[in-house]
């Protein structure tokens, strides 16, 4: 197409402000898919950071960092307290006689408790509170996270254990959608499905593009029975639901992303092969093909320079809107269960974990991914529409 | 005396059209034993073209010229009869295509006849690139030569059909024929398109070309006038035969079969002041159902009881005047 003919083209279909904003969410959501590990917070299939402490967070929910115990034995000889294996997490300072302060070297995060264990019974440690029964003594929020410890009687020899906890801490993190059932960041989820979905739907929808288009031009070429095998299959693959063939093929072939991407295709192919069979019947019959003919060219290059261009505008109309009934297919299956592997999720199997929760008011897990679903698919018919209609000459608006 | 080269030569050609049928309609039909209804656009023609002439062939909208046209050229096959390029039958002279290429035409329809998804150079260069004429290399200047031997300007190679009047479209698709040197240029109306005044741009550029190139011409047309100014010899068809075939002058002045007398009569002309034409009786008959025996006999004053049995052939009535009535 050249410039004035785009321009023009480009006149017309900004007339539409609906196709414009579908545009400019179709191109948002592709930017998304490209661009999901720069744009999305965490990296949601990076299973090792998973936390269940994360699990199930509304959203604008901190993420949070569980406390941890650091303990630490020490050997209490000679008059002096000595850490053993030289743990290096501890500090002893004496404070005169029979005095000792036991602190954390790192003391950069307040201690939610520190807790000495094995201690003579009569020994005090200042301020702690001592278990009923076990020789405990527990020190809550200790300032400077160090615990003074005074012996009355220095014991010859005892073995002190010192447990440092610290509290839940938030991160910083905040999950912005909440988080699932795994603790995964909703967001980073979705924009990952976004990724998963746009590329399971765009190649597929690509594959059955040239694999339909193909036999279409095959069918429109040869005619006879290789015409009439090829339109009865397409005739018998129209006759089944999408969603039933897909399950199918899935059940057949177990899940995987080239296994959706096939059921797709198979799904797909048999509109691309129709238009692109009728579109090239009408183009044979024109003058050009005649004259192509007269100057000797190969029947496959008639066909792939002649008619395919003048077939291409339509056909790429038809992959627009195949693109979103591809996502949706490959949503649903997943949603369904035969999809995509749970590693990976894409934005149907995302609304199927959310769907046990949403009962239990934890709606946010499909909510999000189902609110991108539908705006992604809804833009994605809506651009496609528009491009048929300005396709279509009879159309004046 | 100068030996007259044959270049071209159709011998008894038919052409047979069936409607598309689907394999269970075609299954049904074999087992009901019911024949499917047939067109025969081109009945039995016989036709020979000397080197450097130029046989004209006029006739009704429907009568089967440009079946014939696309027959001559190659781009239809026959469903009877032999074909001859230089003596050569057809069937090997179209399996070499490089030679093949020797037989172009020019179309009717210059709206339809350029790929508009092409640039125009591609258009007239392709062929010659496509058979090794020219390297591709090469391509932009060999169809910028062409453009100025039809007189467009040689930067149009870079435009596409649709920037172009239909004049100037038709021009190029004379451009895409010459580029690939051919021997016999087959016109299928080519001016029928055309606003008169364009028209004569155009036919004077194709007699130019004749006039440089020497090459033989088949101008098919409606309009007789200028199959007058052009043709060395006319062929008139009526329903897919051949009814008269003369030199020009002969034909003109001289008509012996009925329906090309009633052509002629029908033919304005500047000299007589007449302000009403008698259009030629009746309506063509349909070519799915032809009248029996010779073709025109419903509508024509002269027929006879033998006119609606036998088919009448083609015979002589002087020198290379040819004619198919039974009672001329």
């Not at chain 1, 299973?47 to 949070?64: E, H, N, T």
């Not at chain 1, 005892?158 to 059932?181: K, M, Y």
């Not at chain 2, 930067?155 to 059909?161: A, F, L, N, V």
């Amino acid at each position: 197409m050249n410039r004035a003919a785009f321009a023009e083209f480009a006149g017309r279909f900004s007339e539409s402000w609906v196709a414009v904003a579908s545009l400019v969410v179709t191109v948002l959501f592709l930017a998304c898919a490209l661009f999901a590990p720069w744009l999305s917070p965490t990296n949601p299939y990076d299973l090792a950071r998973l936390q269940l402490i994360d699990a199930l967070k509304p959203m604008g929910s901190p993420q949070v960092k569980p406390g941890e115990e650091i303990r630490a034995n020490f050997a209490l000889t000679q008059g002096q307290l000595i850490p053993e294996a030289n743990d290096t997490d501890f500090e002893v300072e004496a404070c005169g006689a029979n005095c000792f302060i036991v602190g954390l070297a790192d003391s950069s995060a307040q201690l939610m408790s520190l807790q000495l264990r094995g201690l003579p019974r009569d020994a005090i440690v200042d301020g702690a509170s001592k278990h009923p029964i076990q020789p405990w003594w527990t020190l809550n929020a200790p300032e400077n996270n160090q615990a003074r410890v005074r012996f009355e009687n220095l014991p010859a020899d005892a073995r002190v254990e010192a447990i440092a906890r610290t509290d839940n801490q938030p991160t910083g993190f905040i999950f912005q959608l909440g988080s699932d059932a795994f603790g995964r960041d909703m967001l980073s989820a979705i924009l990952y499905g976004i990724r998963i979905s746009v590329f399971v739907g765009v190649a597929a929808a690509g594959s059955a593009m040239l694999f339909g288009t193909g036999l279409g031009l095959l069918a429109a070429w040869r005619g006879g029975a290789i015409d009439a095998m090829i339109m009865r299959a397409v005739d018998f693959t129209l006759s089944f639901p999408a969603i039933l063939v897909g399950l199918a093929i899935l059940a057949i072939l177990g899940s995987g992303v080239e296994k959706v991407i096939l059921a797709v295709v198979l799904v797909q192919w048999c509109y691309y092969a129709r238009t692109a069979r009728s579109l090239a019947l009408s183009e044979l019959n024109k003058e050009y093909i005649e004259a192509a003919r007269g100057m000797r060219l190969p029947a496959w290059r008639i066909m792939l320079r002649h008619v395919l261009p003048n077939c291409l505008p339509q056909i790429i109309v038809l992959f627009t809107l195949n693109i979103a009934s591809a996502i949706s297919l490959e949503s649903s299956l997943s949603f369904l269960g035969v999809g995509l592997p749970l590693t990976q999720p894409s934005l149907g199997m995302l609304i199927a974990n959310g769907y046990e929760y949403i009962f239990s008011q934890k709606y946010w897990i499909s909510f999000g991914p189902g609110i991108v679903l539908l705006i992604m698919i809804v833009a994605m018919n809506l651009l496609g529409d528009r491009l048929r209609d300005l396709n279509n000459p009879r159309f004046e608006s | 005396m100068q030996v007259v080269q044959t270049v071209f030569q159709a011998d008894e050609v038919s052409r047979v059209f069936e409607p598309a049928r689907g394999t269970i309609e075609k299954l049904t039909d074999r087992l009901t034993g019911k024949r499917p209804a047939i067109v025969q656009a081109v009945d039995r023609v016989s036709l020979s073209l000397a080197q450097g002439e130029t046989l004209g062939i006029v006739g009704e909208s429907g009568c089967g010229k440009s079946t014939l046209a696309r027959m001559i050229t190659g781009i239809l096959p026959v469903s009877g009869g032999t074909r001859r390029f230089r003596g050569e039958d057809y069937e090997s002279f179209l399996a070499r295509r490089r030679d093949a290429l020797k037989v172009q035409m020019v179309f009717q329809d210059p709206m339809s006849s350029l790929n508009g998804r092409l640039k125009v150079g591609e258009i007239i260069g392709e062929g010659a690139v496509v058979h090794g004429i020219v390297p591709r290399s090469r391509m932009r200047e060999h169809a910028a030569k062409m453009l100025e031997r039809v007189g467009l300007a040689a930067d149009s190679i870079d435009r596409y059909p649709h920037q172009f009047s239909g004049g100037q479209r038709q021009r190029i698709g004379i451009a895409r024929a010459l580029a690939v040197e051919p021997e016999l240029l087959v016109c299928d109306e080519a001016v029928a398109a055309l606003d008169v005044s364009v028209q004569a741009q155009i036919i004077n550029l194709l007699m130019d070309i004749r006039q440089e190139s020497g090459l033989s011409m088949i101008f098919i047309s409606h309009d007789l006038g200028l199959i007058r100014h052009l043709c060395d010899r006319v062929a008139v068809m009526y329903l897919g035969r051949v009814v008269e075939l003369a030199k020009t002058s002969e034909l003109f002045g001289n008509p012996v079969h009925p329906y090309t007398q009633m052509l002629l009569a029908g033919m304005p002309r500047i000299s007589t002041e007449r302000r009403t034409f008698m259009p030629i009786k009746g309506e063509i008959p349909s070519p799915l159902n032809p009248p029996s025996g010779c073709h025109f006999h419903p509508r024509c004053d002269r027929a006879t009881d033998h006119c609606r049995i036998s088919r009448p052939d083609l015979r002589e009535k002087g020198p290379s005047h040819l004619h198919a009535c039974l009672n001329a």
